[in-house]
């Protein structure tokens, strides 16, 4: 019994304990990426070239360490972008393998993309998702990446497409944003429940969609941390991919934020309009504490920090994706020496990346925080 999946676990060199810790031990991450944008499914009319052109552009501009490759997958990988009746049209890339002439010392033989295409946002996504497998499948050459990379390698192309989007089709980026924060439905609703199912009993059936619920969080997270460099040579790993997401599983969880973030800069609103109604509840949670909606003790936290944010003492950093990363507070005495410090980061992994913003911008306040004792994520250094 439960054959099947522990294979399935030795072939993506991950265990229990790494799955229930970022799976089911904890609740998942709440992600707000999306959650401002507009409902509607249909985005503006974008043919399937047109969308596999944007997903070879997204990728250049992500990685473009790869843009040879990119560029080789764009104009030769064959594809089928037809709707046809009665399958069930689950979008796929076929990693055809070798040739099989020359005693399999031969070339390559390119993979197959079908992607059935309606135009929807969705869909526009899912042609990124395919394009990233086939980018990872040549990229790779003769070696096989097991199936748990191969995915989270078609989630970070999403994920560069979202980015792109956001900046270069500016009108597109809302659709997306939807249908990113849909799938997630599936991916960390139905297809986590499955694995839930095997972790509890085991299975003797292998159902693909284990693959997703890890390789989701994995790609929100390298997409937020990783030099494009790293995630050039995990497309290149092959079978090597699990140990370059090895360090994973010392960490307590993948995505150790309550709340993933969307970035703050957007063109059209939507997301500042979020950023807008969350500030608003809560300012009403916090006007309202007869409500007893949250405690007097944050009551008073927040009167702090906005006092020094009217005192310019306050300092909110955000990422190369202009997603809030973390704060720094100080306090000052009538000489102008600092008698308080401290701050709050959503990930304790990015700590370097709040650093460099608050060098850039207060690098006296900085240079203080770098000599300050730690103690958790505040101290004072009152002496
Ligand atoms: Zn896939």
Redesign the pocket.
């Known amino acids: 019994m439960a054959d099947i999946f522990s294979e399935w676990l030795r072939t993506n060199r991950v265990d229990d304990a790494f799955l229930r810790r970022n799976l089911t031990d904890h609740a998942l991450p709440i992600f707000l990426t999306g959650a401002g944008a507009s409902g509607r499914s249909m985005p503006p009319e974008t043919s399937a070239e047109a969308a596999w052109e944007m997903a070879a552009q997204a990728l250049t501009a992500g990685i473009p360490e790869l843009s040879r490759l990119i560029r080789f997958v764009q104009t030769r990988v064959p594809r089928s972008f037809e709707v046809q009746q009665g399958r069930d049209g689950r979008a796929f890339t076929y990693d055809r393998g070798d040739r099989g002439d020359r005693g399999g010392r031969g070339r390559k033989t390119l993979p197959f993309v079908s992607c059935p295409y309606r135009g929807t946002a969705s869909d526009i996504l899912t042609v990124a ?1 395919e394009f990233s ?1 086939a980018l990872q499948i040549v990229s790779s050459g003769r070696s096989t990446m097991p199936p748990l990379s191969r ?1 989270v390698c ?1 989630f970070v192309g999403e994920q560069l497409l979202l980015g792109w989007v956001r900046q270069a089709r500016p009108a597109l980026s809302p659709y997306l944003e939807t249908a990113w924060l849909t799938d997630n439905s599936r991916y960390l609703g139905t297809d986590l429940q499955s694995l839930k199912t095997a972790l509890e009993s085991g299975s003797d059936t292998y159902d693909y969609a284990w693959n997703y619920p890890i390789a989701r969080l994995l790609a929100q997270s390298i997409g937020q941390e990783w030099t494009r460099k790293k995630i050039a040579a995990l497309f290149r790993s092959g079978e090597k991919a699990p140990s370059l997401l090895k360090d994973y599983h010392d960490r307590p969880r993948i995505l150790q934020q309550r709340y993933v973030l969307p970035g703050m800069h957007d063109a059209d609103g939507t997301v500042a309009g979020l950023y807008r109604q969350i500030g608003g509840l809560l300012l009403l949670d916090l006007q309202d504490m007869d409500a007893g909606a949250v405690d007097r003790s944050i009551g008073d936290r927040y009167a702090r920090l906005l006092q020094s944010m009217q005192d310019r003492s306050v300092f909110l950093a955000l990422d190369r994706q202009q997603v809030p990363l973390g704060y720094v507070l100080w306090q000052r005495d009538g000489e102008g020496k600092t008698v308080h410090l401290e701050h709050r980061i959503a990930c304790r992994q990015r700590l370097p990346d709040l650093l460099a913003s608050l060098e850039s911008h207060c690098p006296q306040v900085a240079m203080e925080l770098r000599h300050a004792k730690p103690t958790d994520s505040s101290w004072g250094i009152r002496q």
């Open positions: 998702h497998h995915e078609a």
